[in-house]
């Protein structure tokens, strides 16, 4: 009876047969899905930016398990509207404005499309010449673009990668400084390497540093001031580091910022890096979000010094119109990351690695397997070209500058920090004059809170916040790559609007 049943089944199964790979079937279903995708950014205004979902909205709208016969992509594309839009919130959206910006482009979804269609997993060069040679030659057209010195380049003796975030990025510098020390000064000195950022640095640099076996101790978040625009003094990293010599500790590695994310700090590269020299330092420049203004000749200036870092990210993710992942790490010296990062196993053998003249990207990262990221970077560059690339970003500079303005000439409202990019940072004030409050500093808070609880539940636009020196700050990024001025001037209106219900409630 239950041979039976199982051919029945078997039999009922063979009817209902999909092929997974059928390219007429997937001509058809692509250009709906492209269709899809078209309209959606045709009615993203529709949307409210921020998803007003509740925790566990899902669960309750599918299935308990999957379904056991195939369904029709009309059916999962009606689901989709349905059911999965209304829990995103739109980061293309041109009222986005929190956090950075993930910016898109018709040519970063076409290459992700091409990179995923073509679907190889690049781990070394035999395994698919065109993914590891487009990346060289893209990191170094990136590399020129930005002057970095030629010692970054592989047309000199480095070389860059495009790696998943700038997270991955760090660990895998911070692990080749950790292994080039210890090489030096042994290993039993490992539970004194010191790793430096300031209080601004990203906090992916204190999980790098977890995760590469620094003991908590010997993490430094060096305090920063106001006076110097929340950039990392070099006479304050001197002093940290020179006080760990004393009491016996080994200065590893120095995570500077060209654009920290509470409110776009400069950590100043050349003092810094001067510093890091004096005690043999590691110095890595994260310039995930401001890194790409830098192919701009205006903004070039602010990683001048560069050519005394080991290394250098940006996330070409972030404002550079390629989709999520693509950060790029250039390093000075590639041999320290394939000391650090390399496997030979018997199974990946081949003649190009053992010739010693090519790139195998796996000794370059975390993990072996890797996507053919060049692709939407390669597309994205020749698409647009370097002039179009300068106006895009320049386009949300002339936008940010334009915020800043209406701010400033609001007297309920403060600029808090310097506005070097596309950034704006603010607060609105209480009242001239009200010392109604005891603590004004708490009350400015709690009211900065309310405010953009207020401004982002409207769902029009989206914003985050930050704390810097005991200030709640809100935080508003242009750089959606859909936005316009009208949709700038309409957030300053929607701030107005939700502060003045605010103070007049106060």
């Excluded at 540093?209 to 929340?230: D, E, L, M, P, V």
Aim: hydrophobic share 40%.
């Amino acid at each position: 009876m239950g041979s039976l049943k199982l051919h029945h089944e078997l039999e009922s199964d063979s009817h209902m047969m999909v092929i997974p790979l059928d390219p007429e079937e997937f001509r058809r279903q692509g250009h709906m899905l492209i269709d899809f995708i078209a309209d959606y950014y045709q009615n993203i205004e529709s949307y409210k930016v921020l998803s007003q979902v509740e925790p566990g909205y899902l669960k309750k709208l599918l299935p308990e398990s999957a379904p056991y016969y195939p369904e029709s992509i009309e059916t999962i594309l009606q689901d989709v509207q349905k059911y999965i839009i209304p829990g995103i919130t739109h980061w293309q959206s041109p009222n986005y404005f929190a956090y950075f910006p993930s910016s898109g482009s018709t040519a970063g979804f076409l290459g992700e499309i091409l990179s995923t269609g073509f679907n190889v997993v690049g781990f070394n060069w035999m395994s698919s010449p065109a993914a590891t040679e487009l990346e060289c030659i893209v990191m170094d057209w990136l590399g020129e673009m930005l002057m970095l010195p030629k010692s970054f380049l592989f047309k000199g003796n480095g070389g860059g990668v495009l790696q998943g975030t700038t997270c991955e990025a760090i660990l895998c510098t911070l692990a080749a400084a950790r292994d080039q020390m210890l090489n030096r000064c042994g290993s039993e000195k490992m539970e004194k390497l010191v790793v430096y950022g300031s209080d601004q640095t990203h906090s992916a640099l204190q999980k790098a540093a977890q995760i590469a076996g620094i003991h908590t101790k010997n993490f430094r978040a060096i305090k920063t001031t106001k006076s110097n625009s929340f950039g990392l003094c070099p006479n304050s990293l001197r002093d940290a580091v020179q006080a760990d010599v004393e009491a016996g500790l080994v200065p590893l590695f120095l995570c500077a910022t060209v654009g920290t994310t509470s409110t776009n700090a400069i950590d100043p590269i050349e003092p810094l890096c001067e510093v890091s020299k004096d005690f043999n330092m590691w110095v890595h420049v994260d310039a995930a979000y401001a890194g790409s203004a830098c192919i701009c000749p205006e903004f070039r200036h602010f990683i001048d010094g560069i050519e005394g870092a080991n290394s250098f990210t940006l996330n070409a993710h972030k404002w550079f119109l390629t989709t999520l992942d693509c950060c790029c790490l250039w390093v000075k010296d590639p041999s320290a990351l394939i000391k650090s990062l390399s496997t030979n196993p018997e199974f990946l053998r081949n003649k190009a690695t053992d010739s010693k003249l090519v790139v195998d990207y796996k000794d370059w990262q975390i993990t072996l397997s890797r996507r053919f990221r060049a692709m939407k970077l390669w597309l994205v560059l020749r698409s647009y070209g370097v002039a179009n690339l300068k106006n895009f970003l320049r386009s949300h500079v002339k936008m940010a500058k334009l915020l800043e303005e209406l701010v400033r000439n609001d007297n309920k409202f403060e600029v808090m920090a310097p506005r070097n990019f596309a950034l704006v940072c603010f607060r609105v004030l209480p009242w001239p004059n009200d010392n109604s409050v005891a603590n004004q500093v708490e009350y400015a808070n709690e009211l900065n809170k309310k405010l953009l609880e207020s401004i982002n539940g409207s769902g029009n636009v989206y914003m985050s916040s930050t704390v810097v020196d005991g200030a709640y700050i809100i935080r508003c990024v242009i750089g959606a790559t859909l936005t316009e001025e009208r949709h700038v001037i309409k957030a300053w209106k929607v701030i107005q609007e939700h502060a003045n219900a605010l103070l007049s409630k106060n």
